[in-house]
Antibody
């Protein structure tokens, strides 16, 4: 059974930074693309970024390009999202997601809440 | 970006009756002439999204067969043949063909 567990969320001031982590189990971690999706309170879903198994292929949504960085450590079985220059509008629940084909993400974590506020 | 437009945004349903949600994209969703990455997700209150349907019409394991997906090109539909109480939640379509992959606004299904 595939399980994804996010951590690292919290309250941060505008301009601050956070590092989100996603631990995966029940899957060969290095095999698949993985990604991050967020959901602002009471709002819809937004894809932020994805990364290939060997970290050679990544991309970002324009809303976070240059501020967020995705990475992974296959040996540790973990996915990361470094959030810099945070803005109030980055307040959201952040989900990691994966699956045999990342374009149809089959598995999601429970999410971690990031609140950006002064 | 590809815009995904769902309708209706709110769907009052009657138990045992059918329900249907439409999703339209601003661009065709065929990838490499072979795949159509149009997916449907269900999000129950307080939960993470759960994938129901992938590549237009493939039902995920464990998803009741009252859920079905169809469509092509830019028009897609999720149908529930007979709504049950556990189907309450918000349903999202998502395209995984053109980056950034995008979701519809969501359709809230309520009894």
């Amino acid at each position: 059974q595939v399980q994804l567990v996010e951590s690292g969320g919290g309250l941060v001031k505008p301009g601050g930074s956070l590092r989100l982590s996603c631990a995966a189990s029940g899957v060969t971690f290095s095999d698949n693309y993985k990604g991050w999706i967020r959901q602002a309170p009471g709002r819809g879903l937004e894809w932020l970024s994805y990364i290939s198994g060997d970290s050679g292929d990544t991309d970002y949504a324009d809303s976070v390009k240059g501020r967020f960085t995705i990475s992974r450590d296959n040996a540790q079985g973990s996915l990361y999202l470094q959030l810099n220059s945070l803005r109030v509008e980055d307040t959201a629940v952040y989900y990691c997601a994966t699956g045999p084909q990342i374009r149809t993400p089959a598995y999601w974590g429970q999410g971690t809440l990031v609140t950006v506020s002064s | 970006d590809v815009v995904m437009t769902q309708s209706p945004l709110s769907l009052p349903v009657t138990l045992g009756q059918p329900a249907s949600i439409s999703c339209r994209s601003t661009q065709g969703l065929v990838y490499n002439g072979r795949y159509t990455f149009l997916n449907w997700f269900q999000q129950r209150p307080g939960q993470s999204p759960r994938r129901l349907i992938y590549e237009v019409s493939n039902r995920d394991s464990g998803v009741p067969d009252r859920f079905s997906g169809s469509g092509s090109g830019t028009d897609f539909t999720l149908k529930i043949s007979r709504v049950e109480a556990e189907d309450v939640g918000v349903y999202y379509c998502m395209q995984g063909t053109h980056w950034p992959w995008t979701f519809g606004q969501g359709t809230k299904v309520e009894i």
